[in-house]
């Protein structure tokens, strides 16, 4: 176990995953004493996207409502290790959350072990389904604006089943040019430029306004070879095997508002709830009120599920 000397507020930290370093930032609040285990949630931000967007707003804002959190970049990602950069692989983030609980239940008298949970945000949402399906030590889940992709929805974005073929041999393409030469293919993460070819293709204010997500930590590159995982991803299907309570606040101005209903109607856990709310889908990002209404509801879940001495009030 690390017995370490970590303040209210950031904290840098780094941890292994597959044999890479990963670098993030655990927040605790501000009225935190050394050797209070608090509960703690590891949160999960939308496809393509560093620590310092919504990891950071969301982690500084639990932290305020009394819970520890840890922000961090995935591999590909940020400061975190892993080639090619800016892969956006579902698979490979599910395996560094889990190791994420790993860390985190080594901080003796910070963190208490028993008392952690995930929370993701847009397509991170879909992440942490893989995730609390399959790791028992994770013990609530939350979600916000989740995009929970499913083969049914997917062709309706990238220009029906044509559309999606093509960038599926596109990724084929990248697999093989990288095995042979080293080299990634790349696109924009984001650019509404008709036939740019991006990950995002729509206006969104959010990835375009240095003031809300193009931050400089943020590459505005795609690595082509991600479509195979993003464009046959199925986050419905786990549903089923997660047991744990689940907390899910969602509008019908965020993503796919149906595939959420349904994902919420087949979840195994016996505790859920999902909040319906208002407001446009990339608002909860990092507008007020509802990142704080948001992270009020995901704080309060915990306050029920978990031991309520682990919360800080």
Known sequence: MQILNYQPGPNAVSFSSEGETLIGTLFLPAVYQPGTPLAAVVVCGPWTQVKEQIGYRYGRELAKQGLASLAFDFRFYG??????RQLESTLAKVRDLHHAVSFLQTLAGVIDPEQIGILGVCAGASVVAFAAAQDDRIK??????????HPDTTPLFYG??????????FAEQAEAKYEQTGDMDYVAAYDPAE???????FPIDYYANPERGRVPSWHNQFAVLSWREWLTMDAIAPAKAIKVPVQMVHSDGSALPQNVKRFFEEL???EKDLHWTTGEHTQFYDQEPYVHRSARIITDHYKRVLHPEAVLT
């Open 268 to 270: 195994g856990s016996t």
């Open 195 to 201: 036939g740019s070819g991006a990950a995002m293709f």
């Open 160 to 169: 029906g089943a044509e559309g999606v073929e093509q960038r599926l041999k």
């Open 140 to 149: 609530a889940v939350g979600t916000v604006a989740a995009w929970l992709q």
């Open 79 to 84: 400061e975190s290790g892993g080639e090619p």
